[in-house]
């Protein structure tokens, strides 16, 4: 007989924290089985509260059989130890994650509503409480919505976003839940999560710039803003005030206590970087602007073919890397001859680090979850395997802290 070797736990900050995984009723709920799985393994106590509705989509048994725990549904449950369990539990997590954080726990959460074990439980934790909200795209961006979690985050709660996709709906855009690993690696920053940015600020730039051509055509490229976006949140994780200044990116929910300003064109990003850098310790242009002008027609351009006249827009980073009175990051978005150009970049605009990306290869650069990037320092050049766009944000943090 074959004899099976004992898995050692994962290395991670989550061994023999005990974690209480709350999951609601949406669709998402099969995914959280990827997570109490790897939570398990990394040697993690997981405790798994489901509401009613959430066992129509993933049976008890089988958050019972990953977690090695009863799972607990019904308040009034009699088939337990007498003890008042949602107290018990609360007062043993470490930290709690809602999995899929739907609209109307999230409601009740903001409103101090506990009618069932979930909701009861989570009223009596004082550990440190993550949510992923999920839900259909109308929901997530009605305004109710965005004030309930406002207020949770305002309370110390900490979302945890998923990009925009397709949905279950079928619809397309915003209310997706955060992915296994993704929710994996929140977990794990509560317990491994630098405060080293506390009291600094940090100014991050993010998406797409355009620059009109006529009323109804612009210019423009595909960044979707997830890498700025990344970095802002990184950033704000580990303790900075964020000044976050977006062009046109995917739908993401901004925490309420970021200073942040919307831009059009490259011209309005570079007014307000001008406006806020001498606020910011740290500036990291990660936006991608449009680097060409041009004086846009009156009226809608309908002849058979278009010459364009093209200037260069206004550089952002060259303004910066002259004014600048913090440490300045720049990125570089590169087909060819890449390091070579993204070094001259970083000396042509005076920048104590340039970022590297190779738009070619494959699952990096714009509009996706992952990225494959050089690090440029005068000193150094360091290039990083394929890794989570929020990974890349803590790694560029790190090294220029590091400076």
């Not at 019972?64 to 607990?72: I, K």
């Not at 970095?231 to 976050?244: D, E, P, Q, T, V």
């Not at 990974?391 to 220029?400: G, N, P």
Request: one cysteine or more; aromatic letters at 6%.
């Amino acid at each position: 007989m074959r004899a099976w070797k004992k898995v050692k736990p994962l290395t991670t900050c989550l061994q023999n924290k005990t974690i209480l995984v709350g999951v609601c009723g949406g669709i998402a709920a099969y995914k959280v089985c990827a997570l109490v799985s790897k939570l398990n393994q990394c040697g993690a106590d997981v405790h798994v509260v489901m509401t009613k509705s959430a066992t129509r989509f993933v049976v008890p048994l089988s958050f019972e059989s990953l977690s090695h725990n009863r799972v607990t549904v019904d308040m009034f449950d009699r088939n337990f130890k007498y003890e008042v369990e949602h107290v018990s539990l609360a007062k043993r997590a470490d930290a709690v994650i809602i999995a899929p954080a739907t609209a109307n726990v999230i409601a009740k959460l903001a409103c101090g509503i506990a009618d069932d074990f979930l909701t009861t439980t989570l009223l009596a934790c004082k550990c440190p409480v993550l949510f992923a909200p999920a839900m259909n795209t109308a929901m997530m961006e009605n305004p109710i919505t965005v004030e309930n979690i406002n207020k949770l985050t305002s309370r110390g709660f900490k979302a945890i976003y998923g990009g925009s996709g397709y949905l279950a709906c079928g619809d397309v855009g915003s209310g997706r839940m955060a992915e296994p690993d993704e929710l994996f690696n929140a977990l794990n920053e509560v317990f491994s999560a630098k405060r080293d940015l506390e009291g600094k600020t940090v100014l991050v730039t993010s998406g797409a710039t355009r620059t009109n051509i006529d009323p109804v055509r612009f210019l423009s490229n595909r960044s979707s803003g997830k890498m700025g976006y990344a970095l802002a949140c990184a950033a704000y994780n580990r303790g900075a005030n964020i000044i976050y200044i977006h062009g046109y990116t995917d739908d993401f929910s901004l925490p309420s206590d970021w200073v942040t300003e919307s831009v059009g064109t490259t011209a309005e990003l570079l007014e307000a970087v001008k406006k806020h850098c001498k606020a910011a310790d740290i500036s990291i242009l990660a936006a991608a602007p449009c680097d060409y002008d041009i004086t846009p027609m009156p009226q809608k351009i309908k002849s058979q073919t278009v010459v364009l006249e093209l200037n260069k827009a206004v550089d952002v980073a060259a303004w910066l890397g002259k004014h600048k009175t913090g440490k300045l990051v720049i990125f570089a978005a590169e087909t060819e001859d890449g390091e070579n150009n993204a070094a001259k970049k970083l000396k042509a605009k005076n920048a104590d680090m340039a970022v590297l990306n190779d738009v070619t290869q494959k699952n990096a650069g714009f509009d996706v979850d992952t990225n494959i990037v050089t690090l440029i320092t005068a000193e150094k050049t360091e290039r990083l395997p394929l890794k989570l766009k929020r990974e890349v944000a803590d790694i560029i943090l790190d090294r220029i802290i590091a400076l």
